[in-house]
Nanobody, 128 residues
Framework: QVQLVESGGGLVQAGGSLRLSCAAS????????MAWFRQAPGKEREFVAA????????YYGTSVKGRFTISRDNAKNTVYLQMNSLKPEDTAVYYC?????????????????????WGPGTQVTVSS
């Protein structure tokens, strides 16, 4: 079992920055990848970014590429999402996810169904 807790969400003006953190505990030795997804009101959950546990591979959704950066600190069992140049359309609940499922290709970790553990989410609101 892997437990995930997100933090760092809040209210920020357009153009500003936030850093989200996701602390993992439990069976972290079995984690292959971690990711951030987001869900805005009335919309489906959207892939934001993913990182393999070794940190050797990262992936980004097209709407955040160049603005967001995912990183990890394995010593702290924590994954971060640095969000810069925030836009009102980035407003959503951001979820941290972990996968203990080994996929044949790292690129599969952009898929929501690759993840079997989820955090409760943290709200990010970007005002215009």
């Amino acid at each position: 079992q892997v437990q995930l807790v997100e933090s760092g969400g809040g209210l920020v003006q357009a153009g500003g920055s936030l850093r989200l953190s996701c602390a993992a505990s439990g069976g972290t030795f079995s984690v292959y990848a971690m990711a951030w997804f987001r869900q805005a009101p009335g919309k489906e959950r959207e892939f934001v970014a993913a990182i393999t546990w070794s940190g050797s591979n990262t992936y980004y959704g097209t709407s955040v590429k160049g603005r967001f950066t995912i990183s990890r600190d394995n010593a702290k069992n924590t994954v971060y999402l640095q969000m810069n140049s925030l836009k009102p359309e980035d407003t959503a609940v951001y979820y941290c996810a972990a996968s203990t499922v080994r996929r044949p290709y790292y690129s599969h970790y952009v898929r929501e169904d690759s993840y079997n553990y989820w955090g409760p989410g943290t709200q990010v609101t970007v005002s215009s």
